[in-house]
């Protein structure tokens, strides 16, 4: 039924376009091949189950590799695009993926590739066909365009970022349906973001991440236009929902931050009437950052947090975080449990371990049984964990403080950076931050902060100095950096997430710190 019910009903409406060329793709084309590829494949002996991996830039070509899997009962697992040779080889080996599909402009990474993946027999590269690989369009070009027989439902199998070591790939059961079972769509306005066939969705982030991967497929689902941009740039952003009249869109917090140290001429240069909705996850928002952008774009900011495991999630409105600054909103989907180290429930307002408790786990990491018994509570099994740190309020409200993994312990007391990197970002002259522990002799760790600078600040002892005096401000004492150090970017990529640990290990004497 999708993309096939909307060629049907809208054959000529957009499905989706590039920014930066203006190249589109309509729901009769996105229909047509991905059933090409969907034929490609069963001719090949892909069946119900079986995997394929995506490792593209943002491509049009992303959308109907993805909906030949969803519509023919395969997994797919997307790539992130930055990775090097040997860690995509190494996901599609575990993946156990039977086909991947590349571009032309990532071929000097996936030469690398196909030395490593024997068992990956079909690699399809689009617009090219470097050493070890395909054509994708000569080898799906005699494919009929019709449907499978039988189009049975699939899913994704997508991995962890790896910001704490190797990715983990997060596997459920398919469900046992074929789109022939689906409900006809509605034609009216769905879900808490109330997406339809009207809907125009930008999406700034790569696709291959998840949740960019689960809002541009969804709108899809609902017959509505995903505008991609090949990248995430402030004022182009603003450009780009003026220009594509845009209803929707999702963001991360250093997006948020970006936009907001704009100039205040290219910050207000811009039509945004059509903005109805702007959702963002993936990270704790500052207060002050997300208060500014309430301000600016009004109440139509809406948070959301959960994981790709898809273990629970809460939700929470522009208005409804006024009242609760700070919150990531009531839960969603599950109950929320805040936990000690050894699984005993805490009180309301102590920090702890959040777990999201379901009436029945069906995610697991594939190839990863310890891993995935990890993040189970030790005594309730139907109770989960993504290492986020949090606390409950009186009113059931959740609060972030920080990623398990990151917290600092100096001298027998915690700290979780989030809260002082909440607080330097402000300053005009810090463009990102990361703050961790690193060692020291009389406390075991001491916090520091790695800055990148603003466009036109020169790095300097006044700088640094003027910085901390910012931070002495706003934080307790134990808070304050002890040092500040400067680096031309911080290893964040365009998903919002900091490697941290490649930043940290450096300090720890482990130098041969990759990104997994």
Known sequence: MYPGYWAAQQPDHIAAVLTSSQEAITYAELDARSNQFSQYLFERGLRRNDHIAVFMENNLRFFEVVWAALRSGLYVTTINRYLTADEVAYIVEDSGSRALISTASLSEVCEGVATQVSNCPIRLMVESAAAGWSNYEEAIADAPSEPLPEQWIGGSMLYSSGTTGRPKGIIRPLPELRLSDLPTPSDGATGPYGFNRHTVYLSPAPLYHSAPFAFTTNIQRQGGTVVVMPRFDAVDALRCIQDFEITHSQWVP??????????????????????????HAAAPCPVDVKRRMIEWWGPIIEEYYAGTEGNGSTRIGSLEWLEHPGSVGKTASGVIHICDEDGTELPTGEAGIVYFEQERMTYAYHNAPEKTREARHPQHPNWSALGDVGYLDEAGYLYLTDRKSFMIVSGGVNIYPQEIENAVILHDYVLDVAVFGVPNEDFGEEVKAVVQLADGIEESDAVRDEILDFARDRLANYMVPRSIDFIDELPRLPTGKLYKRLLRDRYWGKHDTRII
């Open 254 to 279: 250093t997006m948020f931050v970006r936009m907001l140290k704009l100039a205040e001429g290219e910050r207000t240069g811009f039509d945004l009437s059509s903005h109805q909705v702007a959702i």
